[in-house]
């Protein structure tokens, strides 16, 4: 198996250190031998090369089985035109590999039930929900710019065309279709053209689904909704933007911005596997990140890209296990359990895999 590792900026490279040592600690065990590529990103692919994403890298990447990332930018590059700015490296390659979908689960597990922002009455016997993310379209990749003459102004203009809706709600409804067979696709149709086609989208395709209850609710009820009653919510299926901002509020019902992996998904088997969250500038290179959500990344990979779910539950089972133990990262942490650093939490997952 050939992975792409991108490292990043920030916080990338400590988290995605760890996330190695899982998947070798899974390669040892089972078998596996796995060949590692490093390629450059972001602010430190600026910094080597001067732009963001280097064709090498979107090279290397189309070539491997799966890519790993970190993270990208900071505030070092903060001040550089739009165009050249670290994140515009990953639009690059989500778009590049034509990765549409991407997969954000927010799973709580159990033994982070304290940590969880919801009160007890509120997770009753957990919180589980897909958000199912367009990824390569809408405003993040319309026509953007300025005018300069006269009053300054900026624009950025969100496009969706019928196949880019119909192909991420199909992918809402089969995730649905699997699971407890509710899909609420979200949207802003009382004001937006592209969210009244995304609905007139959605009820099409949900033809094809009679087993799936297909719901609707605008964005701003979802993000009232989901600390309300996220047990209403089962799989959701969101534009680019509003996927976005909903998948870091539901990482907190979960316990933490540090424990939400994603999946980004095309028509192939190639996906690149990420943490939800970003660099994290302010705790980069002090041993203190939460390394769980790049780890949890790394079981989605073998999941989806590698079909090895037996690997994916094994490293999502060691996860549980070092939870249970009691250690938790800063970010997690709750009195009477063991603080660990990046470094220790990756650690003790890997040897948590080697004892299975
Ligand atoms: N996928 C990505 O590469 C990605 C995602 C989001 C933001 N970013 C970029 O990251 C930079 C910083 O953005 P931001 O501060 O708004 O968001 P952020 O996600 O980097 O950090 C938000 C807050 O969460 C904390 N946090 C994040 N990940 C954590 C982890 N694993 N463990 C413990 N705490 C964690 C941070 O310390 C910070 O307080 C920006 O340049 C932004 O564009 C990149
Ligand atoms: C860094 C940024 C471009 C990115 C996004 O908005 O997609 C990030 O916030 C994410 O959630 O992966
Ligand atoms: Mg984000």
């Given at each position: 198996m050939k992975i792409a590792l991108i490292?990043?900026?920030?916080?990338?490279?400590?988290?995605?250190?760890?996330?190695?040592k899982v998947i070798n600690a899974v390669g040892e065990k089972k078998q596996i031998s796995f060949e590692f590529i490093t390629y450059l990103a972001g602010g430190a692919a600026i910094d080597q090369t001067g732009i963001p994403l280097p064709e090498a890298t979107l090279e290397g990447c189309k070539k491997s089985d799966a890519v790993l990332l970190g993270a990208v930018g900071g505030p070092q590059w903060d001040t550089l035109p739009g165009h050249l700015r670290p994140e515009r490296g990953l639009l690059g390659l989500r778009k590049g590999m034509e990765l549409f979908a991407n997969l954000r689960p927010a799973l709580l597990f159990?033994?982070?039930?304290?940590?969880?922002?919801?009160?007890?009455?509120?997770?009753?016997?957990?919180?589980?929900?897909?958000?199912?993310?367009?990824?390569?379209?809408g405003i993040y990749f319309g026509d953007r710019g300025r005018n300069e003459e006269g009053t300054r102004s900026a624009y950025d203009m969100e496009t969706y065309s019928e196949p880019e809706i119909d192909r991420i709600t199909r992918i809402g409804f089969e995730i649905a279709k699997k699971r407890k067979k509710k899909l609420t696709s979200i949207d802003k149709a009382n004001i937006l053209e592209t969210s009244r086609l995304w609905r007139e989208v959605a009820e099409r395709v949900a033809k094809e689904y009679p087993e799936v209850e297909l719901h609707h609710m605008y964005v701003d009820n979802c993000a009232m909704q989901l600390i309300r009653n996220p047990h209403q919510f089962d799989?959701?299926?969101?534009?680019?933007?509003?996927?976005?901002?909903?998948?870091?509020?539901a990482s907190m019902l979960t316990g933490s911005l540090?424990?939400?992996?994603?999946?980004?998904?095309?028509?192939?088997?190639?996906g690149m596997y990420e943490p939800i969250h970003g660099s994290a500038p302010d705790i980069a290179g002090q041993d203190i990140a939460n390394p769980i959500a790049a780890i949890l990344s790394a079981a989605m990979m073998f999941r989806y890209s590698f079909e090895m779910e037996a690997e994916a539950v094994m490293i999502e089972e060691a996860v549980a296990r070092v939870l249970e133990a009691g250690y938790r990262t800063k970010d997690i942490m709750e009195k009477d359990m063991k603080l660990v650093g990046t470094k220790e939490m990756g650690s003790l997952i890997a040897e948590e895999i080697k004892k299975m």
């Open positions: 490292p990043g900026d920030g916080i990338g490279p400590d988290i995605i250190e760890e996330a190695v159990p033994q982070l039930k304290a940590a969880s922002t919801l009160k007890e009455e509120v997770i009753g016997d957990g919180i589980d929900i897909m958000v199912v993310r367009e990824l390569t379209g799989v959701m299926v969101t534009s680019n933007m509003f996927g976005d901002i909903l998948s870091d509020e540090g424990m939400l992996p994603s999946a980004s998904l095309g028509s192939g088997k190639l």
